[in-house]
C-alpha cells in the first residue's frame, strides 16, 4: 500500500510516494553480506583483480597496479573494497602484499544466483500453466 509523505497535505504536481516492497526490500546480516559481495563483483576493475587472484597467479598490489591504468592508491582502494567483502585477502611477504583469492566466497555469489534463477524460472513456469491452461471436457 503506498504511503505518503506528506501527511495531512492533498497531492499536487510535487508530492511524492514511496512503495515498499517486502520482497525487494530486505534487511539483515545475510543480505548485507550479500549487497557487499555483489557491490564489490560490480565493479570491472575488481573483478578483474579476483580473475587473476582466483587464476592462481600471486600477485602483489603494486604488481596489480602497473596493470591498470590508474594510481597505485586506486588500486589499493579496490583491493580494500574486495577484502572486504571477503572476494580476496592480503598475505605479508616481507615489504610486499601478495592478493590472494578466495573461490568459497565467489561460490557464495554463484549459489545466491543460482537460487534467484530457480525462483524465476519457476515463476515463468507458473505463468506458462496460467497461460497454457487445456479447455476442460465440460465446454464441449
Given at each position: 500500500?503506498p504511503?505518503?509523505?506528506?501527511?495531512?497535505?492533498t497531492c499536487?504536481?510535487?508530492c511524492h510516494?514511496?512503495?515498499?516492497?517486502?520482497?525487494?526490500v530486505?534487511n539483515g546480516p545475510?543480505h548485507?553480506?550479500?549487497?557487499?559481495?555483489?557491490?564489490?563483483?560490480a565493479d570491472r576493475t575488481?573483478?578483474?583483480?579476483v580473475?587473476h587472484?582466483?587464476?592462481g597467479?600471486?600477485?602483489?598490489?603494486s604488481?596489480l597496479?602497473a596493470r591498470y591504468?590508474?594510481?597505485?592508491?586506486?588500486?589499493q582502494k579496490h583491493?580494500?573494497?574486495?577484502?572486504?567483502?571477503?572476494l580476496?585477502s592480503k598475505?605479508?611477504l616481507g615489504?610486499?602484499?601478495?592478493?590472494?583469492g578466495?573461490?568459497q566466497?565467489l561460490?557464495?555469489?554463484?549459489?545466491?544466483?543460482?537460487?534467484l534463477?530457480?525462483?524465476?524460472l519457476?515463476?515463468f513456469?507458473?505463468?506458462d500453466d496460467?497461460?497454457l491452461?487445456?479447455?476442460?471436457?465440460?465446454?464441449?
Open positions: 500500500m504511503r505518503r509523505i506528506r501527511r495531512g497535505t499536487t504536481a510535487s510516494w514511496i512503495y515498499y516492497n517486502h520482497m525487494v530486505l545475510a548485507d553480506d550479500l549487497d557487499q559481495l555483489f557491490r564489490a563483483l575488481r573483478r578483474d583483480i580473475a587472484a582466483l587464476a597467479e600471486e600477485a602483489s598490489v604488481t597496479a591504468r590508474m594510481s597505485f592508491a586506486a588500486v583491493v580494500a573494497v574486495l577484502e572486504r567483502a571477503r580476496v598475505l605479508a615489504r610486499e602484499r601478495i592478493v590472494q578466495n573461490p566466497r561460490a557464495q555469489a554463484r549459489s545466491a544466483l543460482v537460487e534463477e530457480s525462483i524465476w519457476n515463476r513456469s507458473q505463468i496460467v497461460l491452461i487445456k479447455p476442460s471436457a465440460k465446454g464441449k
